[in-house]
């Protein structure tokens, strides 16, 4: 779509290009500052080279944008100036008001007898702000482009505007080499308000049907993959296996490593030095890759604001070199609220396992008051302990789901009650604990906080049971049911004698995939955040071996789960500030704060004692909540540890597009989803893949479920740590003051450089083409 070089500089301003110099180059590039406080300021001759130098150095990325750099949003009132984007856009009722007052101040200097004609005409252009495309019609959308004073006009409404109303040039920006040089000449002026993807300038952009048709919706490829973005929130942790908050409304995160160490990560992203819990001297783990034993389950009280108490799952070696799993109630220190008290521990369960793998491992609390807990079959392969396995027999406490009451005591002397309504209770040949069965390993659960508006599906406990060999499954946990374990697997019989013989009424999976999707299921959660409206309801899980992420969405029509994959990465949805293109391989957990935002942890080596594992936020690209209404203030907390300030090390796609092009674009994957995905840009860099050979590294014991890695690898080297300029922009404003840029220096170099390559090569052209 973009015009050859040398045709495009003939088309800007013909008449001044004779002797074509750049004499001065005042460029504010936008990293790490606002919009309003940028600008460029060109005398009339130069703006035509310099904007045709710019197009080499970037290009537009098609998504919707504002000038804060941020996805645009629904209003939540009534606009009453730039009505046009009352339904979705960059501006709340504050902006709009801003905007109408600034619209009547000048209204002020224009002739009376032209109030109807240019008052048109100065509305659109100011409503431009408002637009969900405002970053492409200012340039504002990649940081390599100074953003413009005025939006981009497509050249007939420009002409236009010019002929009818040139004198209101003067009141829309305070530039005067535009003032000066432009506002008698169409052509230059118009060429300088020129786009060269036509499809968003003004007022195009409105009639654009493929821009407009999802606008606001999520993005998806042609595949139907859901397009979404993320954020490295933490990085350098020993398989991160959980993270939970402590609903005490100080947003703090509690991020415990596989190795039996939980560290406390602050709402600054700061995490303090000293851990909140450690207990590794304690916890059963290994450095076998894929080793299921290890620190596996947290879950804070729901009153622990008030009692401090908080729950631990682990593995653990008792005297006689016997290994099992113990549930524990701990308290948190009372002089230091991000200390755990290790003495304060009080076992409430232990469990023999007869083998190592297929250990569970989720605890959770319920809209009730009870915990849950998830215990795996015992491990080996096909659940091969008595006549019909760990998992169907009621009487054992493995492969099942538990529920007890932590704040009461059984008459036989159990340091817990039993919820008078467990489905077993009056069973003699059931344990009274059991509230579900018939499962194989359920790795990590999750409780459904329900719409943020009508609570439709609050309490629902959402599972990833890990398969044998074939399937894959997400399970609804009811009271009373049998998931069916080991008579089946998924929906089809594994067990065929025992599966023929089994009852009728198995709870069956809401989704269940094969092989040919994934290996490991890592359960997810529903999104009932606040930040991405649209993907409220949607289930967002993982699979741990590919690294693949799904979601599954709900018909209330029929009650069944369409499943979607989603795909991370686009450099054309995620060009955003903090945005990253990459991900580690080994999905390993997923987890939701406390204002419900969803987050997943992954490793690019899967020990319990390798520091490559990271967590990452999700962040829908296409819409976002309202200015404020998302923001909350947490309770203060008083530290008295050092904080460790977070230094990202993955880099963001800026940063990608920002690097100068060394390799060839890597190919683009046949498959919707890839393990790790890499930005799709040109001037992108190939992110390092990280492999793993098995050969090199002692195997865990046979039999392991989830440590069936086929591919081969070399341990991963840690990138070095890089610091991020983070880049935030407001909505820009004439007059816009010039002010000092630490990268000002670099930017003119590199501006001046290219520039004189371009001004050689266009030369060249000429001489050529003469």
Same mark, same amino acid.
């Given at each position: 779509?973009?015009?050859?070089?040398?045709?495009?500089?003939?088309?800007?301003?013909?008449?001044?290009?004779?002797?074509?110099?750049?004499?001065?180059?005042?460029?504010?590039?936008?990293?790490?500052?606002?919009?309003?406080?940028?600008?460029?300021?060109?005398?009339?001759?130069?703006?035509?080279?310099?904007?045709?130098?710019?197009?080499?150095?970037?290009?537009?990325?098609?998504?919707?944008?504002?000038?804060?750099?941020?996805?645009?949003?629904?209003?939540?009132?009534?606009?009453?100036?730039?009505?046009?984007?009352?339904?979705?856009?960059?501006?709340?009722?504050?902006?709009?008001?801003?905007?109408?007052?600034?619209?009547?101040?000048?209204?002020?200097?224009?002739?009376?007898?032209?109030?109807?004609?240019?008052?048109?005409?100065?509305?659109?252009?100011?409503?431009?702000?408002?637009?969900?495309?405002?970053?492409?019609?200012?340039?504002?959308?990649?940081?390599?482009?100074?953003?413009?004073?005025?939006?981009?006009?497509?050249?007939?409404?420009?002409?236009?505007?010019?002929?009818?109303?040139?004198?209101?040039?003067?009141?829309?920006?305070?530039?005067?080499?535009?003032?000066?040089?432009?506002?008698?000449?169409?052509?230059?002026?118009?060429?300088?308000?020129?786009?060269?993807?036509?499809?968003?300038?003004?007022?195009?952009?409105?009639?654009?049907?493929?821009?407009?048709?999802?606008?606001?919706?999520?993005?998806?490829?042609?595949?139907?993959?859901?397009?979404?973005?993320?954020?490295?929130?933490?990085?350098?942790?020993?398989?991160?296996?959980?993270?939970?908050?402590?609903?005490?409304?100080?947003?703090?995160?509690?991020?415990?490593?596989?190795?039996?160490?939980?560290?406390?990560?602050?709402?600054?992203?700061?995490?303090?030095?000293?851990?909140?819990?450690?207990?590794?001297?304690?916890?059963?783990?290994?450095?076998?890759?894929?080793?299921?034993?290890?620190?596996?389950?947290?879950?804070?009280?729901?009153?622990?604001?008030?009692?401090?108490?908080?729950?631990?799952?682990?593995?653990?070696?008792?005297?006689?070199?016997?290994?099992?799993?113990?549930?524990?109630?701990?308290?948190?220190?009372?002089?230091?609220?991000?200390?755990?008290?290790?003495?304060?521990?009080?076992?409430?369960?232990?469990?023999?396992?007869?083998?190592?793998?297929?250990?569970?491992?989720?605890?959770?609390?319920?809209?009730?008051?009870?915990?849950?807990?998830?215990?795996?079959?015992?491990?080996?392969?096909?659940? &091969?302990?008595?006549?019909? +396995?760990?998992?169907?027999? *009621? =009487?054992?406490?493995? /492969?099942? !789901?538990? $529920?007890?009451?932590?704040?009461?005591?059984?008459?036989?002397?159990?340091?817990?009650?039993?919820?008078?309504?467990?489905?077993?209770?009056?069973?003699?040949?059931?344990?009274?604990?059991?509230?579900?069965?018939?499962?194989?390993?359920?790795?990590?659960?999750?409780?459904?906080?329900?719409?943020?508006?009508?609570?439709?599906?609050?309490?629902?406990?959402?599972?990833?049971?890990?398969?044998?060999?074939?399937?894959?499954?997400?399970?609804?946990?009811?009271?009373?049911?049998?998931?069916?374990?080991?008579?089946?697997?998924?929906?089809?019989?594994?067990?065929?004698?025992?599966?023929?013989?089994?009852?009728?009424?198995?709870?069956? &999976?809401?989704?269940?995939? +094969?092989?040919?999707?994934? *290996? =490991?299921?890592?359960? /997810?959660? !529903?999104? $009932?955040?606040?930040?991405?409206?649209?993907?409220?309801?949607?289930?967002?899980?993982?699979?741990?071996?590919?690294?693949?992420?799904?979601?599954?969405?709900?018909?209330?029509?029929?009650?069944?789960?369409?499943?979607?994959?989603?795909?991370?990465?686009?450099?054309?949805?995620?060009?955003?500030?903090?945005?990253?293109?990459?991900?580690?391989?080994?999905?390993?957990?997923?987890?939701?704060?406390?204002?419900?935002?969803?987050?997943?942890?992954?490793?690019?080596?899967?020990?319990?004692?390798?520091?490559?594992?990271?967590?990452?936020?999700?962040?829908?690209?296409?819409?976002?909540?309202?200015?404020?209404?998302?923001?909350?203030? &947490?309770?203060?907390?008083?530290?008295?540890?050092?904080?460790?300030?977070?230094?990202?090390?993955?880099?963001?796609?800026?940063?990608?597009?920002?690097?100068?092009?060394?390799?060839?674009?890597?190919?683009?994957?046949?498959?919707?989803?890839?393990?790790?995905?890499?930005?799709?840009?040109?001037?992108?860099?190939?992110?390092?893949?990280?492999?793993?050979?098995?050969?090199?590294?002692?195997?865990?014991?046979?039999?392991?479920?989830?440590?069936?890695?086929?591919?081969?690898?070399?341990?991963?080297?840690?990138?070095?740590?890089?610091?991020?300029?983070?880049?935030?922009?407001?909505?820009?404003?004439?007059?816009?003051?010039?002010?000092?840029?630490?990268?000002?220096?670099?930017?003119?170099?590199?501006?001046?450089?290219?520039?004189?390559?371009?001004?050689?090569?266009?030369?060249?052209?000429?001489?050529?083409?003469?």
């Amino acid at each position: 779509m973009n015009e050859p070089y040398d045709e495009v500089v003939q088309d800007f301003c013909t008449s001044d290009l004779k002797n074509p110099t750049l004499k001065e180059v005042n460029v504010w590039l936008h990293t790490g500052r606002s919009s309003s406080s940028s600008g460029v300021s060109f005398s009339c001759p130069h703006v035509c080279l310099c904007l045709s130098l710019l197009c080499l150095i970037g290009s537009l990325l098609g998504h919707p944008q504002c000038l804060d750099y941020r996805p645009p949003f629904q209003p939540p009132f009534h606009l009453e100036f730039c009505s046009a984007y009352e339904n979705f856009g960059c501006c709340d009722q504050e902006r709009d008001n801003s905007i109408a007052a600034k619209y009547w101040d000048m209204m002020d200097y224009v002739d009376p007898r032209e109030h109807q004609l240019c008052g048109t005409y100065i509305k659109d252009i100011l409503c431009q702000e408002c637009s969900p495309y405002a970053a492409h019609l200012y340039d504002a959308e990649n940081p390599q482009t100074p953003v413009r004073n005025l939006p981009g006009l497509c050249f007939d409404y420009c002409s236009e505007f010019h002929f009818n109303c040139r004198s209101a040039i003067s009141l829309l920006t305070s530039d005067k080499h535009t003032q000066e040089c432009c506002e008698t000449n169409k052509t230059c002026f118009c060429s300088l308000l020129h786009l060269h993807d036509e499809d968003y300038c003004f007022p195009n952009v409105l009639k654009n049907t493929a821009l407009n048709r999802n606008l606001g919706s999520v993005v998806q490829d042609r595949k139907g993959c859901l397009q979404l973005c993320l954020t490295e929130v933490a990085n350098g942790l020993r398989n991160p296996v959980l993270m939970v908050h402590a609903n005490d409304h100080t947003h703090r995160m509690f991020i415990a490593e596989q190795v039996g160490v939980i560290w406390v990560y602050l709402p600054d992203g700061s995490r303090l030095e000293e851990p909140f819990l450690d207990i590794k001297s304690m916890v059963l783990a290994t450095p076998w890759i894929g080793d299921e034993r290890g620190f596996l389950g947290m879950a804070f009280h729901p009153k622990y604001k008030c009692n401090g108490k908080f729950y631990i799952y682990y593995s653990y070696m008792d005297k006689n070199r016997v290994e099992k799993i113990r549930i524990s109630e701990l308290r948190v220190l009372a002089s230091d609220v991000n200390k755990a008290d290790p003495r304060s521990e009080r076992n409430l369960l232990e469990l023999e396992e007869p083998a190592a793998n297929h250990n569970g491992g989720q605890l959770l609390f319920g809209v009730d008051g009870y915990m849950y807990i998830f215990t795996g079959d015992g491990g080996k392969a096909g659940d &091969p302990f008595g006549k019909f +396995g760990n998992a169907q027999n *009621k =009487s054992a406490l493995l /492969g099942k !789901v538990l $529920r007890i009451d932590v704040d009461g005591k059984s008459p036989d002397g159990k340091p817990y009650r039993i919820p008078p309504d467990n489905p077993f209770v009056s069973d003699p040949k059931a344990r009274p604990e059991v509230y579900a069965y018939g499962v194989r390993n359920m790795w990590r659960c999750a409780v459904d906080r329900g719409d943020p508006v009508t609570k439709k599906g609050r309490g629902r406990i959402f599972c990833g049971d890990v398969g044998q060999n074939r399937f894959e499954e997400i399970d609804v946990i009811v009271k009373g049911g049998n998931y069916g374990w080991r008579a089946k697997e998924g929906f089809e019989c594994y067990d065929t004698k025992l599966c023929h013989n089994s009852s009728l009424d198995d709870i069956l &999976p809401i989704f269940a995939y +094969g092989r040919h999707v994934g *290996k =490991s299921v890592t359960g /997810g959660y !529903v999104y $009932r955040g606040c930040e991405s409206p649209n993907l409220n309801g949607l289930y967002i899980f993982g699979d741990f071996m590919n690294g693949r992420l799904m979601a599954l969405l709900e018909d209330e029509k029929t009650n069944k789960w369409k499943k979607q994959d989603i795909c991370i990465g686009s450099t054309k949805a995620c060009a955003f500030p903090g945005m990253i293109s990459s991900y580690s391989k080994f999905v390993i957990s997923f987890a939701e704060d406390e204002a419900g935002e969803l987050y997943f942890m992954s490793t690019s080596y899967p020990s319990a004692y390798a520091p490559h594992g990271s967590l990452y936020k999700f962040i829908d690209p296409a819409r976002r909540a309202p200015p404020g209404k998302c923001k909350y203030k &947490p309770v203060p907390v008083k530290t008295k540890s050092k904080r460790i300030p977070f230094v990202p090390r993955t880099k963001t796609v800026l940063e990608l597009l920002n690097e100068p092009s060394t390799t060839k674009p890597p190919k683009r994957s046949s498959t919707p989803t890839a393990a790790i995905p890499t930005a799709s840009s040109k001037k992108a860099k190939k992110t390092p893949s990280t492999k793993i050979k098995a050969s090199t590294v002692k195997p865990a014991p046979s039999g392991r479920k989830r440590q069936k890695i086929k591919a081969k690898a070399t341990p991963h080297k840690p990138k070095q740590e890089e610091k991020v300029a983070h880049v935030s922009r407001t909505t820009t404003a004439p007059p816009l003051p010039k002010r000092k840029n630490s990268h000002l220096s670099r930017t003119k170099k590199l501006l001046l450089k290219k520039a004189a390559l371009a001004k050689e090569k266009v030369e060249k052209m000429r001489k050529e083409s003469r």
